[in-house]
C-alpha cells in the first residue's frame, strides 16, 4: 500500500445507492472532512472472510468506535453499488456503515491497495485493510498481507489501538 501514516487522503468518486435506489457519488477525501473516520478496505461483496469476520467485526462493534470518536464509517470494496447495498441489507449495516463501491478501481489504485486475485477469479480487487481517517489525513492504517486473513484489520483489534 502506498498511502501512509500523515498522508492526506487523495480525491476519489465513489458510488452508493440512497433510500430510493438512485445512484450517488461521494468524494472520499469531502465525505472523511471534519470527521474521524474508519474506512474498510474489503476484496469483494459477499466473500468468505469481509462476510465473515471484517465487517461484522465493525456491525457488533460500532459502539466502541463511536465511543472511540469515530463519527463514520465506510465500507469500500471492488464492486458496484447495487451489490454493495445487497450486501449491506444481508448484513443488517443499517445506518452504521455506509456501503460504497469502487468499481473502477479508482480509489483502491490511487491509494496502492490494489491485489491481482485473477487466479482465483476475482480479477483485481483491493487488499484487505482498515483505515483511520481524520479531516482528511490518515492517522492509521493496517492491511493484511493476505486477503483471506482478517487480523490487523479486524474491528477488535484495530479500535483498541486507537483513542
Request: glycine share 8%; net charge positive; proline share 3%.
Amino acid at each position: 500500500m502506498k498511502i501512509k501514516i500523515g498522508d492526506k487522503l487523495p480525491s476519489s468518486e465513489l458510488f452508493y445507492l440512497d433510500q430510493n435506489n438512485d445512484v450517488k457519488k461521494i468524494d472520499i477525501l469531502e465525505f472523511c472532512k471534519k470527521n474521524k473516520t474508519i474506512i474498510l478496505g474489503m476484496p469483494g461483496a459477499f466473500t468468505k472472510t469481509c462476510s465473515g469476520i471484517h465487517l461484522p467485526g465493525y456491525i457488533k462493534n460500532y459502539d466502541l468506535a463511536l465511543k472511540k470518536g469515530v463519527t463514520k464509517i465506510i465500507c469500500v470494496a471492488v464492486n458496484d453499488p447495487n451489490v454493495m447495498k445487497a450486501w449491506g441489507e444481508s448484513q443488517s449495516v443499517e445506518n452504521k456503515i455506509l456501503m460504497a463501491g469502487d468499481p473502477f478501481l479508482k480509489f483502491t489504485k490511487t491509494i496502492g491497495a490494489e491485489i491481482d486475485k485473477s487466479a482465483k477469479g476475482l480479477g483485481i480487487r483491493s487488499n484487505r485493510y482498515t483505515m483511520l481517517v481524520e479531516n482528511g489525513q490518515v492517522i492509521k492504517v493496517e492491511e493484511e498481507k493476505e486477503t483471506a486473513t482478517c487480523e490487523l484489520s479486524a474491528a477488535e483489534n484495530f479500535l483498541k489501538e486507537i483513542n
